[in-house]
């Protein structure tokens, strides 16, 4: 079987790409507007309590409640909406097999990474 090639037609694309400077610039210029508007602050532990406190009392119409737990691998904190009646867990947030997950990933890379030759 041969294939021939009838036409063959060129791409122009609708927008002119940038050079590298233009995108150096623009993300510059991005960056410090960025850094002008972020400030990170650290929540006090009595705000965080009496703001899961407040979500609880919400959720008690829906009867349930959230817990707030720590992946012992990934040392990161992971939420689970439990149903109030039965005590199980509807949803997490995000999902513990994927903190797992991540957790298999960080220890196999170490493993590439530390790995003696």
Known sequence: MTLS???VTTF???VQQPNGQELRDALRSHLNEGASQQTVTVPDV???DQAIGGLNEALKV????LRFRLHEDTHRYYVEI???LEDEVIRE???KRFLDMMADMYRFMGMMVDEKR
């Open 46 to 48: 009595s705000d965080l």
């Open 62 to 65: 829906l009867q349930t409640h």
């Open 93 to 95: 947030v995000p999902p």
């Open 82 to 84: 439990v149903d109030t």
């Open 5 to 7: 090639i009838q036409s």
């Open 12 to 14: 122009t694309p609708l």
